[in-house]
């Protein structure tokens, strides 16, 4: 292969890579708005925060 043919594949490989990675994220995005996720993902929010500040408030023995 020359340099030219492997900055091609690679260029292809790259291009696919955002394809799949934008087909990702709009998957997660319609599942959020649309799917219930929201719902879930405020739930998991605010799981973690009330840990945070329950281990930050915690009295140090």
């Known amino acids: ?3 030219e043919q492997h900055r ?3 260029t292809t490989e ?4 955002l394809l799949v ?3 990702i994220a709009t998957l ?3 599942w959020a708005t649309a799917g219930g ?3 879930k993902i405020g ?3 605010d799981n973690v925060f009330e840990s945070i500040l329950s ?3 915690a009295p140090v023995e």
């Open 1 to 3: 292969m020359t340099t």
């Open 8 to 10: 091609g594949q690679a």
């Open 14 to 17: 790259y291009a696919l890579v």
């Open 21 to 23: 990675a934008a087909i």
């Open 28 to 30: 997660v995005i319609a």
């Open 37 to 39: 996720g929201a719902g």
């Open 43 to 45: 739930s998991l929010f």
């Open 55 to 57: 281990r930050a408030t």
